[in-house]
C-alpha cells in the first residue's frame, strides 16, 4: 500500500562497510535538515567536477536554498546525510528516496564525496535507501545515470537493477523492490 505521509524507518541508521563494523567501517545515516545545507554545499565545493557532473548531469556547484528545502520535505519523501561514525560533524554525501507522480514509485539519488568512492560506501547506502523505500510501502525504485557513469553501472548490476535507455545520453535504472 503507498502511503502518502510519515513512513515507518528508523530517523538514524548504522550502514556498516564492507570489513567489519569498527568505528571508521561505520556509517551514520540521519535525515536532512533544512539546517545542513551549508555543509551540502561544502560537501559540493569538495567534490570533483566529474563527481557533480555524474551526479546531476551538469557540474553544479551547490544547491538553491530552496532546491534543499524540497528536497527535506517529508511529504515528498526521505532525504538522508552520511556521515562517518569517527568523525560525525563531517558529511560525506547524501541521497535521497522521492516520492514520484506515480503511486508506489520512488526515485532513489545519491552523492558521495570523491575520497568515499570506491570503498562500498555507495553500495552500503543504496542499501539503507531500498530499505528506506520498502518502509515507505514503494512497489518499485528508479533513478537516472549517464551512460558514460562507469561506477553507477558497476553498482547497478551488483544490486541487480536494471538498465535500460530512457533519453538520449541518460539511462534509467529500476528495480522493483520485492527483487531486493
Excluded at 570489513?19 to 561544502?42: C, F, H, Q, T, W
Excluded at 538553491?64 to 560525506?92: F, K
Excluded at 570503498?119 to 510501502?137: I, S, Y
Excluded at 536494471?162 to 545520453?169: F, N
Aim: aromatic share 4%.
Amino acid at each position: 500500500m503507498y502511503r502518502s505521509g510519515a513512513d515507518t524507518a528508523p530517523e538514524t541508521a548504522v550502514c556498516a562497510l564492507p570489513g567489519g563494523r569498527s568505528p571508521e567501517k561505520l556509517l551514520l545515516v540521519r535525515a536532512g535538515r533544512v539546517a545542513d545545507l551549508p555543509m551540502i554545499n561544502d560537501l559540493h565545493r569538495r567534490a570533483s567536477h566529474g563527481s557533480r557532473l555524474a551526479r546531476y548531469h551538469s557540474p553544479r556547484e551547490a544547491l538553491r536554498p530552496a532546491e534543499w528545502r524540497l528536497l527535506t520535505d517529508p511529504a515528498r519523501g526521505w532525504t538522508g546525510v552520511l556521515v562517518p561514525q569517527s568523525a560525525p560533524g563531517r558529511l560525506i554525501g547524501f541521497g535521497s528516496v522521492l516520492r514520484t507522480a506515480t503511486p508506489g514509485i520512488v526515485e532513489a539519488s545519491t552523492f558521495l564525496v570523491d575520497e568515499w568512492q570506491g570503498l562500498g560506501v555507495g553500495e552500503a547506502f543504496a542499501r539503507c535507501q531500498l530499505e528506506r523505500a520498502r518502509a515507505m510501502d514503494a512497489r518499485a525504485v528508479e533513478g537516472w545515470i549517464r551512460p558514460d557513469n562507469i561506477k553507477a553501472r558497476r553498482l547497478a548490476a551488483r544490486l541487480g537493477l536494471a538498465l535500460t535507455p530512457a533519453t538520449e545520453g541518460v539511462l534509467r535504472v529500476t528495480m522493483t523492490i520485492g527483487d531486493a
